[in-house]
């Protein structure tokens, strides 16, 4: 197949890149090459940047089979990938999120076919990417080719930076290491599917050119369920050290830092796990092959190869944290004697 992808150097997208070329396929990124993983090599680049005027020139005269849209965020984006190649694709896909969803989940697991999309613009990435869903419900059957929406949960893989509760990636093996503890949200029993960016991966590549995914929306994660805090504790395992969770309520934590800590209260304070049972009626030989400690370990191996930097900032802030929630724990458990 010949495969166009918008982004490519990503945290997922690059993952597409590396087994789109696996499986010989020709495929062709786009971005603005301000990157260069060591997962796309192999693969064509136009360097272009979609928010630049004549962005469509860079693809006059090409046709593909299908179009991968990694980094459309919302109505607009969207308008653009259909002008440009809904007449020179015979498929594009989309890129969701899960994060469309109304909070909290009416369903569980999350069914997708269960869930209204949000109404909400105090997170605006998930209410852009709604919108942009219901604008792309409108064109289905409409323009010149099939529409495919794929919904994923939050990932992990070489290329990202959002693990943790502070995001502090890294930082969690040397603290976990060195026996410092570990910012966990609430009790830390929040059930949780962690997906990694191969097995997403792989489910984007399943389909193209399916013709059991055109014109509809899927999630596409994993469905091994986890605890927030089995994380950490997978982190552990991989370097050998139990780790100290230090378990601090989401609505505390979003008071010391909006900015920083409004994922949490927004969206991992709920449930995450998800059905995928319609994606595996579509694409009945997608199966999960990373597992928590086989991501956890991959993330570690990536971080130590490419020398990703830690965040002395975030590791100062975390100290600080845990070191005031300790006294408050302590000064309550008080209470009742004095």
């Known amino acids: 197949m010949d495969i166009l992808i918008l982004g490519g ?19 062709t990124m786009v971005n603005r090459g301000s990157k260069d993983p060591e997962e796309c090599r192999g693969a064509k680049a ?17 046709s593909f089979d299908v179009v991968i849209d990694v980094i459309c965020y919302d109505v607009p984006d969207a308008q653009q990938t259909l002008e440009i190649f809904a007449d020179k694709a015979k498929q594009i ?62 990932t992990f893989g070489p290329g990202g930076a959002n693990l943790g509760m502070l995001r502090q990636n890294r930082n969690l093996v040397r603290r976990i290491q060195e026996g410092r503890p570990v910012i966990t949200m609430g009790e830390g029993v929040m059930p949780w599917a962690f997906t990694f960016t191969p097995d997403l991966a792989k489910g984007y590549l399943m389909s193209c050119l399916n013709e059991r995914t055109y014109n509809d929306f899927f999630q596409v994660c994993s469905y091994i369920p986890c605890l927030w805090e089995d994380l950490y504790r997978a982190i552990g395992r991989a370097v050998g050290k139990e780790p100290k969770l230090c378990y601090i309520p989401s609505d505390v934590l979003y008071k010391v830092d909006p900015a920083l800590f409004g994922h949490l209260s927004v969206e991992k304070k709920y449930f995450h796990v998800f059905a995928v049972d319609k994606f595996r009626r579509a694409c009945p030989e997608f199966r999960i092959d990373y597992d928590l400690d086989k991501g956890v370990e991959m993330m570690i191996e990536w971080w130590k190869r490419n020398n990703f930097p830690f965040d002395d900032s975030k590791d100062r802030l975390e100290d600080r944290l845990c070191q005031e929630y300790e006294r408050f724990t302590e000064a309550v458990s008080r209470i009742n004697g004095d």
């Open 9 to 27: 150097t990503g945290n997922i997208s690059r993952q597409i890149v590396k087994q789109g070329i696996a499986l010989g396929h020709n495929v």
């Open 46 to 62: 136009i360097i272009a940047d979609r928010k630049a005027p004549g962005f469509e020139s860079y693809f006059k005269g090409l």
């Open 93 to 154: 896909i989309f890129t969701s999120s899960s994060a469309v969803y109304k909070r909290p989940p009416v369903s569980f697991p999350i069914d997708e076919d269960k869930e209204e999309l949000t109404e909400d613009p105090s997170f605006p990435y998930g209410f852009k990417k709604a919108n942009m869903e219901r604008y792309l419900y409108t064109q289905m059957g409409k323009v010149g080719c099939a529409i495919t929406i794929i919904r994923p949960s939050l």
